[in-house]
């Protein structure tokens, strides 16, 4: 696919950007992407399969309960199997946004996060005694060829982390990436040191298993880097403003204007986003015509002419909404179904306290009858309690599918973004180019007017054009570049459907199979004590 | 619901049929109205009586009662037939507007429909010309005999704190070891007493938590309703197989959710309210555990009075004094009040030692019925539940494939 190719140049280009050795010179195409249709079919639901044996032995505790199995039994039990047998792909927990199987069933990479340790800071910072921060360990096992080894560790810091999801953001424009953990400072002042190590850490293996599970980022060289490169990361960070201001003064005009003399401009430099500091000028640029897109009378010579794209944005912010407000529900949701198994415990531990009490002073046979009967009640309650609180905790990672799709949906608006400013950018150039144009031609036509020439004007003609050649590179690149990133957008998009499409069933058949179950059980609980209490009824009646 | 609670033990079963010669006595509290309007406004009932006994006035009457009506039966009875567990009455509401909730109201209706009813199934209390006049008379005179009553024979609430504040001080004072003459100390009532004071605080406890599970279950039910409604407008944003399973699971939300407000109603009227009434049983116990103690130290305070008279009688023998005559006059009627304080006591302690048995056996068959009430409504609210969703499975399938 033409998408993924270019990809792959632009890759190798921002290499020469990197400051340390890069491991691997292999030539950029053939080898090194056996690309197989990464929309394959063949996506396994781990909720909605019905196992045809039924004869695997749970080792579920509430089967003591229970005696025929129900239909919806035999597909809970499934169910409970599937949550201990082990997956694919990293992914232990069912919190992956897309679980859509790998091209070849064989291939895998599973990461898992741990052991935070403290570490010092080496005296390169002003600060006397320098600063303390943690490493986690990151430990993969693979049998993908990018990488080198099939089992290995490194130790990475949560910079690190933000400089693989920003370097992650620049190389693959238009893709739907994973957002990465929060910085949260304000959090790690708060929790304690413990809980807050913790709650990063199951963040962090949580990202990289995302990662992992997206069929094109797996196979990121930034990504392998991350996980393989021994000691520190061969990643750029993002440099500070200061230095990338004075880099700006000098790149945007090789950008823009092309000025310098026999000046090389990297094409690719400018069909990368604007960023801040030493692209300021840029920006400025950019915005202003972004400005005149919208309020100005002219129409921008190049317009977003998908208009299926702009329904699709629609629809999918429409969804957004819905999504978002379905989360907040199911929250209340969980709540209450935590009160009422909590009460429904209370309860019983009051009858137990009654009985214990009626039993121990009674003086009438009447009195041992009730206790009799106020203990069927108080067991009963108890098991209904716990049975409450079972079903808490699976319907909590069901819903919580709903949650992390909130997070898929900011890495599509993301995406959307990448596209929009790459529009921009190619908008701006256009425009740029028409003023240029316009230039030139008043220049000639005041120059023609003079007989001989005027030396002059011929000479700003030519450095006009020269600038307009340049220019004219800067936009072929950039409309590349949007290109790219449309057809990044239409295969994450097609990949997107299908999966929120699977996820979701799987998550609505985990959560239905849930509740029929325990609503089952439950059911039987009450059932033996209603007939042991039958007696009463037709006394009353 | 009339069902609850009508039998009595060991007492007459009302038959059904009026033609039957064995006298029966049955009554129904029924069709509450709202009467008045603003402060003065109050809920009115209509009590319905079914009798063959020859003191009452034809097979059925019908009279229009009020809460303070009951409150004036049971006070009535409660001064009349000392050492007898009154049966208790519901509260009153101070919170305004609950007064006139459906709810509240029909909580009552049943209540007070539980209490007549024990009253008139109690082989003595259905005797009381008390209830005659309740179940009889016209409006005008209801009303008349319950304004007699105020101030007279009403003991005021505080009288009636500081009764239950010496009975519960004495009880750990016998139980401490202290010696206090005018405390009845033998061990089985000693054992009894305890038992009734730490029955109602187990008691209390259930039926606080009782009370919260109906909550939760409404609770429940409204989180439901509201994750279906948004589940429902998901759906709206796919018009594919996605969509549909969506709007599916909403409109299944919304119905279960029904479900659980029905049986939340049904818990509160068939098991909540039985174990309050049962806590405001072991209340009316302590209240005549009051009584009985203030007939006990009466009946001390005599025997002291008496002998002090005795005293005095022989001083005034010895110095042959004009007062003998009189002093004589005093102590014979002090010995006819004496016997007949002695003759009330026995009578409390011979009453209560019959009705501890009939509590016990009476309270046995109404938890019974509300266990079971509580355990057929919770089994048929989650077979309910298990139905619903397991119907929505086959097109979750459908939508799969």
Same mark, same amino acid.
């Given at each position: 696919?033409?998408?993924?190719?270019?990809?792959?140049?632009?890759?190798?280009?921002?290499?020469?950007?990197?400051?340390?050795?890069?491991?691997?010179?292999?030539?950029?195409?053939?080898?090194?992407?056996?690309?197989?249709?990464?929309?394959?079919?063949?996506?396994?639901?781990?909720?909605?399969?019905?196992?045809?044996?039924?004869?695997?032995?749970?080792?579920?505790? $509430?089967?003591?309960?229970?005696?025929?199995?129900?239909?919806?039994?035999?597909?809970?039990?499934?169910?409970?199997?599937?949550?201990?047998?082990?997956?694919?792909?990293?992914?232990?927990?069912?919190?992956?946004?897309?679980?859509?199987?790998?091209?070849?069933?064989?291939?895998?990479?599973?990461?898992?996060?741990?052991?935070?340790?403290?570490?010092?800071?080496?005296?390169?910072?002003?600060?006397?005694?320098?600063?303390?921060?943690?490493?986690?360990?990151?430990?993969?096992?693979?049998?993908?060829?990018? $990488?080198?080894?099939?089992?290995?560790?490194?130790?990475?810091?949560?910079?690190?982390?933000?400089?693989?999801?920003?370097?992650?953001?620049?190389?693959?424009?238009? $893709?739907?990436?994973?957002?990465?953990?929060?910085?949260?400072?304000?959090?790690?002042?708060?929790?304690?040191?413990?809980?807050?190590?913790?709650?990063?850490?199951?963040?962090?293996?949580?990202?990289?298993?995302?990662?992992?599970?997206?069929?094109?980022?797996?196979?990121?060289?930034?990504?392998?880097?991350?996980?393989?490169?021994?000691?520190?990361?061969?990643?750029?960070?993002?440099?500070?403003?200061?230095?990338?201001?004075?880099?700006?003064?000098?790149?945007?005009?090789?950008?823009?204007?092309?000025?310098?003399?026999?000046?090389?401009?990297?094409?690719?430099?400018?069909?990368?986003?604007?960023?801040?500091?030493?692209?300021?000028?840029?920006?400025?640029?950019?915005?202003?015509?972004?400005?005149?897109?919208?309020?100005?009378?002219?129409?921008?010579?190049?317009?977003?002419?998908?208009?299926?794209?702009?329904?699709?944005?629609?629809?999918?912010?429409?969804?957004?909404?819905?999504?978002?407000?379905?989360?907040?529900?199911?929250?209340?949701?969980?709540?209450?179904?935590?009160?009422?198994?909590?009460?429904?415990?209370?309860?019983?531990?009051?009858?137990?306290?009654?009985?214990?009490?009626?039993?121990?002073?009674?003086?009438?046979?009447?009195?041992?009858?009730?206790?009799?009967?106020?203990?069927?009640?108080?067991?009963?309650?108890?098991?209904?309690?716990?049975?409450?609180?079972?079903?808490?905790?699976?319907?909590?990672?069901?819903?919580?599918?709903?949650?992390?799709?909130?997070?898929?949906?900011?890495?599509?608006?993301?995406?959307?973004?990448?596209?929009?400013?790459?529009?921009?950018?190619?908008?701006?150039?256009?425009?740029?180019?028409?003023?240029?144009?316009?230039?030139?031609?008043?220049?000639?036509?005041?120059?023609?007017?003079?007989?001989?020439?005027?030396?002059?004007?011929?000479?700003?003609?030519?450095?006009?054009?020269?600038?307009?050649?340049?220019?004219?590179?800067?936009?072929?690149?950039?409309?590349?570049?949007?290109?790219?990133?449309?057809?990044?957008?239409?295969?994450?998009?097609?990949?997107?459907?299908?999966?929120?499409?699977?996820? $979701?069933?799987?998550?609505?058949?985990?959560?239905?199979?849930?509740?029929?179950?325990?609503?089952?059980?439950?059911?039987?609980?009450?059932?033996?004590?209603?007939?042991?209490?039958?007696?009463?009824?037709?006394?009353?009646? | 619901?009339?069902?609850?609670?009508?039998?009595?033990?060991?007492?007459?079963?009302?038959? #059904?049929?009026?033609?039957?010669?064995?006298?029966?006595?049955?009554?129904?509290? +029924?069709?509450? @109205?709202?009467?008045?309007?603003?402060?003065?406004?109050?809920?009115?009932?209509?009590?319905?009586?079914?009798?063959?006994?020859?003191?009452?006035?034809?097979?059925? /009457?019908?009279?229009?009662?009020? *809460?303070?009506?009951?409150?004036?039966?049971?006070?009535?009875?409660?001064?009349? *037939?000392?050492?007898?567990?009154?049966?208790?009455?519901?509260?009153?509401?101070?919170?305004?507007?609950?007064?006139?909730?459906?709810?509240?109201?029909?909580?009552?209706?049943?209540?007070?429909?539980?209490?007549?009813?024990?009253?008139?199934?109690?082989?003595?209390?259905?005797?009381?010309?008390?209830?005659?006049?309740?179940?009889?008379?016209?409006?005008?005179?209801?009303?008349?005999?319950?304004?007699?009553?105020?101030?007279?024979?009403?003991?005021?609430?505080?009288?009636?704190?500081?009764?239950?504040?010496?009975?519960?001080?004495?009880?750990?004072?016998?139980?401490?070891?202290?010696?206090?003459?005018?405390?009845?100390?033998?061990?089985? *009532?000693?054992?009894?007493?305890?038992?009734?004071?730490?029955?109602?605080?187990?008691?209390?406890?259930?039926?606080?938590?009782?009370?919260?599970?109906?909550?939760?279950?409404?609770?429940?039910?409204?989180?439901?309703?509201?994750?279906? /409604?948004?589940?429902?407008?998901?759906? +709206?944003?796919?018009?594919?197989?996605?969509?549909?399973?969506?709007?599916?699971?909403? @409109?299944?939300?919304?119905?279960?959710?029904?479900?659980?407000?029905?049986?939340?109603?049904?818990?509160?009227?068939?098991?909540?309210?039985?174990?309050?009434?049962?806590?405001?049983?072991?209340?009316?116990?302590?209240? +005549?555990?009051?009584?009985?103690? @203030?007939?006990?130290? /009466?009946?001390?305070?005599?025997?002291?009075?008496?002998?002090?008279?005795?005293?005095?009688?022989?001083? *005034?023998?010895?110095?042959?004094?004009?007062?003998?005559?009189?002093?004589?006059?005093?102590?014979?009627?002090?010995?006819?009040?004496?016997?007949?304080?002695? #003759?009330?006591?026995?009578?409390?302690?011979?009453?209560?030692?019959?009705?501890?048995?009939?509590?016990?056996?009476?309270?046995?068959?109404?938890?019974?019925? @509300?266990?079971?009430?509580?355990?057929?409504?919770?089994?048929?609210?989650?077979?309910?539940?298990?139905?619903?969703? #397991?119907?929505?499975?086959?097109?979750?399938?459908?939508?799969?494939?």
């Amino acid at each position: 696919m033409m998408g993924y190719e270019n990809q792959e140049s632009h890759l190798y280009a921002s290499k020469e950007e990197m400051e340390s050795l890069v491991l691997d010179d292999d030539s950029p195409n053939g080898t090194a992407h056996p690309f197989s249709d990464p929309l394959s079919s063949s996506s396994s639901l781990p909720f909605a399969e019905i196992p045809t044996d039924q004869s695997q032995t749970p080792n579920s505790s $509430f089967n003591s309960i229970l005696e025929p199995p129900s239909y919806a039994e035999a597909i809970f039990r499934s169910f409970d199997a599937d949550h201990s047998s082990p997956q694919l792909n990293g992914a232990h927990d069912h919190s992956i946004a897309s679980p859509s199987s790998p091209p070849s069933s064989d291939d895998f990479l599973t990461i898992t996060v741990s052991d935070p340790q403290k570490e010092q800071e080496l005296s390169n910072s002003l600060v006397p005694g320098g600063t303390a921060y943690v490493t986690y360990l990151i430990t993969t096992r693979t049998n993908l060829p990018e $990488f080198d080894g099939t089992e290995f560790s490194v130790r990475r810091r949560f910079r690190d982390v933000v400089t693989l999801s920003d370097r992650l953001a620049e190389s693959y424009r238009g $893709f739907f990436i994973p957002l990465r953990p929060d910085k949260s400072v304000v959090e790690s002042q708060v929790m304690q040191k413990q809980e807050f190590l913790e709650q990063r850490r199951a963040a962090l293996e949580k990202y990289l298993r995302r990662l992992a599970a997206h069929p094109v980022i797996r196979r990121s060289e930034e990504l392998r880097m991350f996980l393989e490169a021994n000691g520190k990361l061969p990643l750029v960070r993002t440099t500070d403003v200061a230095s990338r201001m004075l880099d700006g003064a000098v790149q945007l005009p090789k950008q823009i204007f092309g000025e310098t003399a026999g000046g090389m401009v990297d094409a690719n430099e400018v069909a990368q986003p604007a960023k801040g500091g030493r692209d300021l000028l840029r920006i400025f640029r950019e915005l202003k015509q972004s400005v005149s897109n919208d309020w100005g009378g002219v129409k921008p010579p190049v317009v977003e002419e998908d208009k299926e794209l702009v329904e699709k944005k629609q629809k999918l912010h429409d969804f957004e909404q819905q999504l978002s407000n379905v989360s907040q529900q199911a929250e209340a949701l969980v709540k209450a179904q935590q009160d009422i198994g909590e009460t429904m415990g209370q309860m019983g531990l009051a009858f137990v306290k009654l009985t214990k009490f009626e039993t121990e002073r009674a003086v009438y046979d009447s009195q041992r009858t009730r206790a009799a009967d106020m203990k069927n009640v108080a067991t009963a309650s108890v098991k209904a309690s716990r049975l409450y609180r079972e079903l808490n905790a699976q319907t909590v990672k069901h819903l919580d599918k709903l949650h992390e799709y909130l997070g898929v949906m900011l890495a599509v608006n993301n995406a959307f973004s990448d596209r929009s400013s790459a529009l921009l950018t190619v908008q701006t150039l256009l425009s740029e180019l028409s003023s240029l144009n316009s230039r030139i031609e008043k220049l000639e036509a005041a120059a023609s007017k003079i007989f001989g020439g005027d030396r002059s004007r011929i000479r700003k003609i030519e450095e006009l054009k020269e600038t307009h050649r340049v220019t004219e590179d800067a936009k072929s690149s950039a409309v590349k570049e949007y290109e790219r990133i449309k057809e990044n957008n239409k295969n994450e998009l097609e990949r997107f459907e299908k999966e929120r499409h699977d996820d $979701f069933l799987g998550m609505l058949r985990g959560f239905i199979v849930n509740q029929a179950g325990y609503a089952e059980k439950m059911a039987n609980v009450w059932k033996t004590v209603a007939e042991e209490t039958s007696g009463y009824a037709k006394h009353g009646s | 619901m009339n069902t609850m609670q009508r039998s009595g033990s060991g007492s007459l079963q009302s038959p #059904r049929s009026p033609s039957s010669q064995a006298p029966f006595l049955s009554v129904s509290v +029924t069709d509450p @109205a709202k009467m008045g309007n603003g402060v003065q406004a109050y809920i009115s009932y209509k009590v319905i009586t079914k009798t063959n006994l020859p003191e009452y006035q034809g097979n059925e /009457k019908i009279v229009i009662r009020r *809460y303070s009506d009951f409150v004036w039966l049971h006070d009535r009875l409660f001064e009349k *037939y000392k050492g007898i567990f009154i049966p208790p009455l519901p509260e009153k509401s101070t919170v305004e507007k609950f007064r006139f909730s459906a709810e509240f109201i029909e909580m009552r209706r049943q209540a007070l429909d539980v209490f007549v009813n024990r009253i008139a199934s109690h082989h003595e209390l259905r005797q009381s010309d008390d209830l005659r006049i309740f179940l009889q008379a016209d409006e005008q005179t209801m009303d008349r005999a319950r304004f007699q009553e105020t101030g007279i024979f009403k003991k005021k609430p505080a009288d009636l704190i500081q009764i239950f504040k010496d009975v519960q001080s004495k009880v750990s004072d016998v139980v401490l070891g202290k010696e206090k003459p005018v405390e009845e100390s033998t061990p089985e *009532y000693e054992k009894m007493k305890n038992y009734i004071f730490e029955l109602e605080d187990h008691l209390a406890e259930a039926q606080k938590h009782a009370f919260r599970l109906v909550k939760r279950h409404r609770e429940l039910g409204e989180s439901l309703s509201e994750f279906g /409604k948004a589940v429902k407008l998901l759906g +709206t944003c796919d018009d594919d197989a996605l969509g549909k399973a969506f709007s599916e699971l909403g @409109a299944k939300s919304e119905i279960i959710s029904i479900k659980l407000q029905k049986e939340a109603h049904h818990l509160l009227m068939n098991f909540e309210e039985p174990l309050k009434d049962y806590v405001r049983a072991v209340q009316s116990i302590k209240a +005549t555990i009051a009584e009985r103690a @203030a007939a006990f130290k /009466k009946q001390c305070e005599l025997a002291e009075t008496i002998k002090f008279k005795e005293i005095d009688l022989n001083k *005034y023998r010895l110095t042959r004094s004009e007062k003998l005559a009189e002093a004589e006059r005093e102590y014979e009627m002090l010995k006819a009040e004496g016997e007949e304080t002695s #003759r009330r006591f026995d009578t409390i302690v011979r009453l209560m030692n019959e009705e501890i048995v009939r509590f016990q056996e009476q309270k046995t068959s109404d938890m019974g019925l @509300a266990f079971h009430e509580f355990a057929k409504g919770q089994a048929r609210l989650s077979n309910g539940i298990a139905d619903a969703w #397991r119907s929505l499975l086959p097109k979750l399938e459908a939508h799969s494939s």
